[in-house]
């Protein structure tokens, strides 16, 4: 174990990053589109969040459909056909029951293997990553596809201002393998944690237990996601700032040796304050939410799958990797980006 | 704090362009906007033990005005 708080070591086996998939629908949104029903301009988007344009699952595509092209595409780019589970993070799941996995690993034709939902917010599919290690270092699995995939525009008001121009659907999948902890493409220790004091920060009121006795007087804006804006923007650049330096430490490196950081692409402007709070140059912190602005759980590995596509993870590379979303939740970690691995993109 | 420190902060560290941050400018036509002013707060928290909120932030007219109110509470605070 490390001195880190909240560190894990998972022992001699380690999960390797072997393979890599993303999938984003079809349909583009500019922002001069969104702006016909809301109160903003192209503008205004592009300086305050960094957003230039969304993809947005068309019904009756789900976020169960576009899990199944990532974690095609990933175990294809493993070169592999099957998993011992599959671990799907998600804030959008097709139905409140059951969970979505299942549903995806059957249309994969991965019968009877385990599958489940993992539910962190933005820091899903770092959260899952930690489970799917877990299960490897303890024998439970050798290999387990990890998914994050979203549709996110199912939960946001279209004529919200505050939150239509943030978010866009997709997903992104990951195989992770049994391997040696020095290998290239393990993932190193992990630092995570989360706040419930601040539940309320990112949230969807309604549609719940909690409001169930007024299910019928739920007012329609309930049902969509509600942010505190400042709050959230405060938080996450505290909490993604010290965790990724953190998981650094636990990895035995200075930020210094930090070739890349990928971070969960929540607005441009808070990956460009993390990096600075860091000391990491902006040019080392790839971007994609320009054009498929914030994924929520797709994100993290959709911007793995893009950054690796366009060159800018190169093999040897000391990538350090943060999330932070609803909960509140955060994770990092880091991993030596490995050779010969090509992401398959649609 | 001087009127330079703060255009310094706001340029450097929350990305804002330099042209429009000037002494007499209201904070919106500096480019000041809430995200703005958290990164300060942020900044302001880290490198100068000043702990003063967004909101507090907020109160201010202009670019000046900002920086005399950053430096009364830094002043309290000393």
């Known amino acids: 174990m490390t001195d880190t708080p909240g560190a894990t070591d998972r022992g001699r086996t380690a999960a390797v990053l072997t393979g890599l998939g993303a999938w984003l629908p079809p349909r583009r949104v500019p922002n001069s589109e969104l702006c016909t029903r809301i109160d903003s301009s192209d503008q205004w988007i592009r300086e305050r969040i960094g957003i230039a344009e969304r993809r947005i699952a068309e019904p009756p595509v789900a976020t169960g459909d576009m899990a199944v092209e990532a974690a095609a595409r990933a175990l294809a780019s493993a070169g592999v056909c099957g998993a011992d589970a599959l671990v799907l993070a998600t804030n959008t799941p097709d139905r409140p029951c059951p969970a979505t996995a299942p549903w995806v690993a059957h249309r994969l034709g991965l019968p009877a293997v385990a599958a489940f939902d993992v539910m962190a917010g933005c820091s899903g599919f770092l959260y899952a990553c930690t489970v799917a290690a877990g299960l490897i270092a303890a024998g439970t699995a050798q290999r387990v596809l990890v998914v994050g995939a979203e549709t996110m525009t199912s939960l946001v008001d279209p004529a919200d201002r505050a939150t239509a121009p943030i978010f866009g659907d997709g997903a992104g999948a990951a195989v992770l393998e049994a391997g040696p902890p020095h290998a290239e493409g393990a993932l190193g220790p992990v630092v995570w944690g989360s706040d419930g004091s601040l539940s309320d920060a990112i949230a969807v009121p309604a549609g719940g237990a909690r409001e169930r006795h007024r299910r019928h007087l739920a007012a329609p804006e309930e049902h969509f996601v509600q942010m505190r804006g400042n709050e959230v923007f405060r938080h996450a650049v505290r909490r993604m700032s010290a965790a990724a330096r953190q998981a650094a430490a636990a990895a035995g490196w200075g930020i210094g040796d930090v070739d890349r950081l990928i971070a969960h692409q929540a607005n441009q402007r808070i990956t460009a304050t993390v990096a600075d709070t860091l000391g990491i140059p902006a040019a080392h912190a790839p971007s994609n939410i320009a054009q498929v602005g914030n994924t929520a759980a797709a994100s993290v590995p959709l911007l793995l799958a893009h950054a690796a596509d366009q060159g800018e993870l190169k093999p040897g590379h000391k990538v350090l990797l943060v999330a932070f979303g609803s909960g509140l939740a955060w994770a990092a970690t880091t991993l030596v980006w490995p050779a010969g691995l090509s992401a398959r993109l649609p | ?78």
Do not use: N, W, Y
């Not at chain 2, 000041?32 to 507090?56: K, Q």
């Open chain 2, 1 to 78: 704090m001087t009127f330079e420190q703060v255009k310094e902060i706001l340029t450097a560290r929350c990305g804002l362009p330099s042209g429009p941050v000037t002494p007499d400018a209201p904070l919106a036509s500096a480019g000041v906007d809430s995200m703005a002013l958290v990164v300060l707060s942020l900044h302001l928290e880290d490198r100068f033990g000043v702990d003063i909120s967004e909101d507090d932030l907020a109160a201010a007219r202009t670019v000046d005005d900002l920086a005399a109110l950053i430096g009364r509470h830094a002043e309290c605070r000393g």
